[in-house]
């Protein structure tokens, strides 16, 4: 107990704020939703022997953890964190996809507007390099089936295929 208020914690399940008291830290009392939703979702017991389990310097990360998670159960009771985990992995994915498609327009588009060439002209260092960006295009455009992020959370496949 810092000041002369007990913490959210003692606050919350009306109790005697002790001067050792483990939530007082990490749970101040001008914040009581913190503990509120921390409370629900995994109990002042559990929380407790968690943060007594773990070493002083780790237990401000741990609480942050707890509450971030809380928070994610409260969204989305099923998945919590995992289901916004998979939904922002699905947006990378998406988002490499089109960057990739993008990158294929622009190499066809500056390919087009190359001058053409006789074809005696064209050297041999030209020809792998047009071989080397033309094979490179499939890897682009099959970006999504090489994906190992599902696509769909309500799968029950492993999140890392």
């Not at 968690?50 to 310097?57: A, G, K, N, T, V």
């Not at 780790?58 to 916004?84: F, I, K, T």
């Not at 053409?116 to 295009?137: E, G, K, M």
Request: contains cysteine; proline residues 6%; neutral net charge.
């Amino acid at each position: 107990m810092g000041g002369s208020s007990p913490c959210a914690s003692c606050k919350l399940l009306r109790r005697r704020c002790a001067k050792d008291c483990i939530f007082a830290p990490y749970f101040p009392s001008d914040d009581p939703h913190k503990f509120a939703i921390v409370h629900k979702v995994f109990g002042a017991s559990n929380v407790s022997k968690m943060l007594q389990e773990l070493p002083i310097h780790q237990r401000a990360d741990a609480v942050s953890s707890l509450v971030y998670e809380a928070n994610a159960r409260v969204r989305d009771p099923v998945y919590g964190c995992v289901g916004a985990i998979s939904y922002l992995q699905n947006q990378v994915s998406q988002l490499q996809m089109q960057l990739a498609v993008a990158q294929a327009e622009i190499l066809c588009i500056q390919m087009q507007q190359e001058p053409a060439l006789p074809t005696h002209q064209i050297v041999s260092d030209d020809r792998s390099l047009l071989h080397s960006n033309l094979s490179n295009l499939p890897q682009y455009l099959n970006f999504a089936s090489t994906s190992n992020v599902i696509q769909d959370p309500l799968k029950r496949e492993s999140l890392w295929t």
